[in-house]
């Protein structure tokens, strides 16, 4: 009879202690679930805005190539960074928890960048392109486009340092792992001056 009561209480403290284990790895997940659809719906606010500077900078350029005849590998230059960041950009939407998505995304934009700085640059030299009305429309709502692309991506790596040191204490890690939860990329620009927005100064 002793040996039985042992027994019934050992089985009973082993299906507490499963359901006790089971009652925080679905909190765990939960949480992690919760984490990372914030930072998928954090990156679309980025996405959207990239979309605006991908599409503006066609016209951009379109635009300059009546003033700047003579700079052809320039504007070549940035249509190629533009091409270039629009695809990294698609293939980031299409799987944002996919951390090599966004990283990829990121460097195509700070290469962007760093083609937009060197444009605009150059074009200080074309008074007559600083004149166009189209072109100072269009600058002035790329300047808009590029700070709410600051905003928004500072907002998005706030949430990804959230779901990374969620994901990243103990024991949450382990159920991280069990269930694949890849570690949140943050992003971010690598080249120190594509990290400041281009300078638009026309108009």
Do not use: C
């Not at 700070?110 to 700085?117: F, H, I, P």
């Not at 159920?175 to 971010?188: D, L, T, V």
């Amino acid at each position: 009879m002793n040996n039985l009561y042992i027994v019934l209480i050992i089985f009973g403290g082993l299906i507490l202690l499963l359901v006790i284990i089971g009652m925080f790895a679905a909190g765990a997940y939960n949480s992690l679930v919760r984490l990372r659809n914030l930072t998928v719906n954090a990156f679309a606010q980025i996405d959207v805005q990239l979309q605006r500077r991908h599409d503006l900078i066609p016209n951009l350029v379109e635009t300059a190539k009546a003033y700047m005849k003579h700079e052809r590998e320039t504007l070549e230059a940035v249509i190629s960074a533009r091409n270039t960041a629009a695809s990294a950009r698609q293939q980031a939407a299409d799987d944002p928890t996919n951390p090599n998505n966004i990283r990829r995304s990121a460097e195509a934009e700070g290469s962007l960048s760093g083609a937009m700085t060197r444009f605009f640059a150059l074009s200080e030299s074309y008074p007559d392109l600083k004149a166009d009305k189209t072109i100072a429309s269009l600058s002035g709502e790329l300047t808009t486009t590029e700070n709410q692309i600051a905003s928004s991506r500072q907002s998005y790596n706030d949430t990804v340092l959230q779901y990374n040191n969620t994901r990243e204490v103990f024991p949450t890690i382990i159920f991280a792992s069990i269930f694949n939860f890849q570690p949140g990329a943050f992003f971010q620009i690598e080249d120190v001056q594509a990290r400041k927005a281009p300078k638009v100064s026309f108009g």
